[in-house]
């Protein structure tokens, strides 16, 4: 593990803390690993085992770790949003977050209408195609990663930052539902559906991009209730 020793001007244990959440985020502490104990901690850093254990349990109060009596502290989530959600044990059906990835695409789908340029509509091309080539070789997880770069390739043709970083903030629970509901073969009015979002953006028309990704999780409830 590398990182570099604290720094003196704020306090000690905030400065530990935000080592160890880097070591997060940039996936040196990968989730659902067991991180090193607090002696190696605080050797590696030259500061106590006390602010070792400080800077743990304010993460560990994010929802970004989570200690485990006689086994250590685990990485439950890779960013505050996703932590609390698993923190709190939120239960949400997967109505609830179908609807939550409407509203977000919906709204990214129409910024990408009306800024996205061809540098950003070839990734969701390349998607497609991707998507496409999974489905003819039966390769259930080749297409859920496809599919989850079609999306997320949605909202960052928005060109909003902030959007983006909301929906990688709640990508695990996203990711979730496309691997919930994607099935091979695919219902024909799924894969027109995704067809009309990139040729609305491609258009620049907002209004029928916004509609055709309302659209595409409507078609996907639909499948997945029989309908």
């Not at 020793?5 to 704020?10: A, C, E, I, T």
């Not at 990485?75 to 932590?83: D, K, Q, Y």
């Not at 977050?97 to 996205?116: K, M, N, P, S, T």
């Not at 902030?162 to 629970?173: F, K, S």
């Amino acid at each position: 593990m590398t990182m570099n020793g604290p720094v003196r001007q704020v306090p000690l244990v905030l400065q530990v803390s935000e080592q160890f959440r880097a070591q997060i985020e940039s996936g040196a502490w990968p989730r659902g690993t067991r991180i090193p104990g607090e002696n190696q901690l605080a050797s590696e850093l030259g500061v106590s085992r006390g602010t070792v254990r400080e800077a743990l349990r304010s993460l560990s109060l994010t929802g970004l770790l989570e200690p485990r009596v006689g086994d250590g502290t685990y990485v439950r989530a890779t960013n505050e949003i996703t932590g609390v959600l698993v923190r709190d044990e939120l239960s949400a059906s997967l109505t609830d977050v179908l609807d939550a990835r409407a509203g977000i695409e919906a709204a990214a789908a129409r910024l990408a209408a009306q800024h996205a340029g061809s540098a950003d509509l070839t990734p969701l091309a390349d998607a497609l195609e991707a998507r496409a080539a999974a489905l003819a070789a039966d390769d259930l997880d080749a297409f859920v990663i496809a599919d989850t770069d079609f999306h997320r390739g949605v909202v960052a043709a928005s060109r909003n930052p902030l959007l983006l970083r909301l929906y990688d903030a709640l990508a695990e629970v996203l990711a979730a539902s496309i691997q919930q509901t994607a099935t091979i073969p695919e219902d024909h009015r799924i894969l027109d559906a995704h067809l009309d979002v990139l040729e609305a953006i491609r258009a620049g028309d907002p209004e029928a991009a916004s509609q055709a990704s309302y659209a595409l999780i409507e078609s996907v409830k639909a499948a997945g209730s029989g309908q």
